[in-house]
């Protein structure tokens, strides 16, 4: 066992020194010697003991002291269904939005409110995180499955692979267009949701440009609309007004 105190380099030290386990110095770093790589330390496990700032990946406990209904509901040892959790604050209320990881399969992240009521959960057509604009909330990650907690995280998204669409007229009383960019697809898949996630309107519609749909049967309020076409998905929420 080798004991590793890395030196920092933004202070301009580069003398980071490994020590056996009995406190023996075995060697030091210098411009021309890298321990870490000479004594393949990469092939051994790797437990952090201690940081500077205090943070203890391996070891720390979740503490949600504000929200104690998150102890019951968060199992620290599933990753797969709590790999992350976070809120989201705009100053009067919060989001805690507990999220599942996609390399396990799952797409099931769920919303709550900061009392532990469940708003909203993600399903194959709906990203809650969308829906309710979380991107425009102070983000806090209060949890994650590896140990990280505490530190504030930019909100922008990667749009890579989303599908390009503009919904207008919105708000919208009576119809939406949908005007789509670089559609390759003959036939798009449209679905207009509400609130609750529950589906209303599910169509396989030809890709014309533009698409116009009637809206004239739904109630006042806000919907989200999910666009497919066979390998791109992308959500727009709109308003239907009188």
Do not use: H
Not at 9 to 35: A, F, I, M, P
Not at 199 to 219: G, R
């Amino acid at each position: 066992m080798y004991i590793w105190i890395e030196a920092d380099s933004d202070c301009g030290d580069e003398r980071s020194t490994l020590y056996n386990e009995e406190g023996v110095k075995y060697c030091r770093n210098n411009s021309s010697l890298d321990c870490f790589e000479f004594y393949d330390l990469e092939e051994y496990d790797a437990t952090v003991l201690w940081t500077c700032d205090g943070e203890n990946p391996t070891e720390e406990e979740p503490n949600f002291e504000d929200y104690e209904w998150l102890s019951d509901l968060i199992d620290t040892e599933n990753c797969c269904d709590n790999t992350t959790v976070t809120e989201y604050d705009n100053g009067s209320y919060a989001y805690i939005f507990v999220e599942t990881d996609s390399d396990c399969g799952g797409v099931n992240s769920t919303l709550y409110n900061e009392e532990g009521v469940k708003y909203f959960r993600n399903n194959s057509s709906l990203d809650c995180f969308e829906f309710y604009d979380l991107e425009e909330y102070e983000a806090t990650v209060l949890w994650t499955c590896e140990g990280e907690s505490g530190f504030k995280i930019n909100n922008a998204i990667n749009e890579t692979n989303e599908l390009d669409f503009r919904l207008y007229p919105n708000p919208a009383k009576d119809y939406i267009n949908i005007k789509l960019d670089k559609i390759t697809s003959e036939f798009i898949q449209v679905q207009i949701i509400d609130y609750t996630g529950r589906v209303l309107k599910s169509m396989n519609l030809a890709s014309l440009d533009p698409i116009s749909i009637s809206i004239d049967d739904l109630t006042l309020g806000t919907y989200l609309l999910s666009v497919f076409d066979g390998e791109k998905f992308a959500t727009q929420k709109f308003i239907k007004t009188n």
